[in-house]
T-cell receptor
């Protein structure tokens, strides 16, 4: 979805380096998410944010940190990258709702390789 | 969230309807059925969702059985571009500060051939 962009699209780095993945959205959504995808394991939630002042850990937050700089921007950082963080990373957004539905829309992904 | 079961792979001829089944026998009354698809390493794409009534949009139709224990995603006229992994997800909705967890399983690899 062109409304959700991720940079960089591909990154190769070395063990121990600090890496930042960025996500921007023009959908005007309040909620943003970071997932990683590994072969055979589906998508797993790393962090999510319901608004600029609200950050929550997901299933696998160890080794990661996030920053919600504005409603439209949500960054994921790997403080000291390790090889098992090699994966495909996806950002997603959804709209705040008082009802029970919040469909998530995904960005194109960032392929990260840690050597 | 309720667990879902999907066939690992299916084939479909171009121009024909693709019917993708999903079993979710432990679904709760407040859980929705969502379908996403992922075309080779691209971001998952939302297709459709429903609670208990059948739903249709420009992409697909969703048929949910009366007991809600299973559902079928129908792509009425499959094209080569519909080749993807299709995920059936059962989840609670999210309201206020509640997060509706979105859990992707293994999905069904749909291959549309000429």
């Amino acid at each position: 979805d062109a409304d959700v962009t991720q940079t960089p699209r591909n990154r190769i780095t070395k063990t121990g380096k600090r890496i930042m993945l960025e996500c921007s959205q023009t959908k005007g959504h309040d909620r943003m998410y970071w997932y990683r995808q590994d072969p055979g394991l589906g998508l797993r939630l790393i962090y999510y944010s319901f608004d600029v002042k609200d950050i929550n850990k997901g299933e696998i937050s160890d080794g990661y940190s996030v920053s919600r700089q504005a409603q439209a921007k949500f960054s994921l950082s790997l403080e000291s990258a390790i090889p098992n963080q090699t994966a495909l990373y996806f950002c997603a957004t959804s709209e705040r709702t008082s009802g029970r539905l919040d469909t998530q829309y995904f960005g194109p992904g960032t392929r990260l390789t840690v050597l | 969230d309720a667990k879902t079961t999907q066939p690992p792979s299916m084939d479909c001829a171009e121009g024909r309807a693709a019917n993708l089944p999903c079993n979710h026998s432990t679904i709760s009354g407040n859980e929705y059925v969502y379908w996403y698809r992922q075309i080779h390493s691209q971001g998952p794409q939302y297709i459709i969702h429903g609670l208990k009534n059948n739903e249709t949009n420009e992409m697909a139709s969703l048929i949910i059985t009366e007991d809600r224990k299973s559902s079928t995603l129908i792509l009425p006229h499959a094209t080569l571009r519909d080749t993807a992994v299709y995920y059936c997800i059962v989840r609670v909705g999210a309201g206020g500060t509640s997060y509706g967890k979105l859990t992707f399983g293994q999905g069904t690899i749909l291959t549309v051939h000429p």
